[in-house]
């Protein structure tokens, strides 16, 4: 079974400082990764995702994320926060076996930024 | 460009009532997931379908039914709610092929049991 942990359920950066949402995951087998935003009362939104093209992933309002084999993670970074950028970050872990395609989540980690 | 959409966007239930909560998306997507969402847990998977007529269940599928008649439609049925059920429900959607893709999730369903 595939398993996600996000380090620290609630991260606090002020405006203009360096957004670092941790994910590390779990996975027998090469792992399909995603980042997911949820702003409050809406569904989840795709930041990104890696599938093995690339471990540097680039994604939408300058958000990116490394794939670290070695350490098993998928950092999630973005050089300058935005007010707008407020919301909850779901980290996610795909398990392709037997045709199923689930996505496992990690709990999630709220981001604020302070003016 | 409606996507995923789901209804109704918010109920509140008696315990031991039943609803039927209404998915459907129009993007001719394959597979349909159906989660739920507590606050601090992330999403748990409840049931999902790979295509119409086919559907399996999740991690937490104890009280739901499903079911899959057409390509478009998958709706989840609560038969006697219970307090426990109270949660916020997404569909999801994504087409599969040969490699993952990513899934599109609708607004979301937000229910309380009283």
């Known amino acids: 079974a595939q398993s996600v942990t996000q380090l620290g359920s609630h991260v606090s950066v002020s405006e203009g400082a360096l957004v670092l949402l941790r994910c590390n995951y779990s996975s027998s087998v090469p792992p399909y990764l995603f980042w997911y935003v949820q702003y409050p009362n809406q569904g989840l939104q795709l930041l990104l995702k890696?599938?093995?093209?690339?471990?540097l992933v680039k994604g939408i309002n300058d958000f990116e994320a490394e794939f670290k084999k070695s350490e098993t993670s998928f950092h999630l970074t973005k050089p300058s926060a935005h007010m707008s950028d407020a919301a909850e970050y779901f980290c996610?872990?795909?398990?392709?076996?037997?045709?199923?395609?689930?996505?496992?989540f990690g709990k999630g980690t709220k981001l604020s930024v302070i003016p | 460009n409606a996507g995923v959409t789901q209804t109704p966007k918010f109920r509140i239930l008696k315990i031991g009532q039943s609803m039927t909560l209404q998915c459907t998306q129009d993007m001719n997507h394959n597979y349909m997931y159906w989660y739920r969402q507590d606050p601090g847990m992330g999403l748990k998977l409840i049931y999902y379908s790979v295509g119409a007529g086919i559907t399996d269940k999740g991690e937490v599928p104890n009280g739901y039914n499903v079911s899959r008649s057409t390509t478009e439609d998958f709706p989840l049925r609560l038969e006697l709610a219970a307090p426990s059920q109270t949660s916020v429900y997404f569909c999801?959607?994504?087409?599969?092929?040969?490699?993952?893709?990513?899934?599109?999730f609708g607004d979301g369903t937000r229910l309380s049991i009283l």
């Open positions: 996610a872990v795909s398990d392709s076996g037997a045709g199923s395609y689930q996505l496992t």
């Open positions: 890696y599938t093995s093209a690339a471990t």
């Open positions: 999801a959607s994504t087409f599969i092929d040969t490699s993952n893709q990513p899934q599109h």
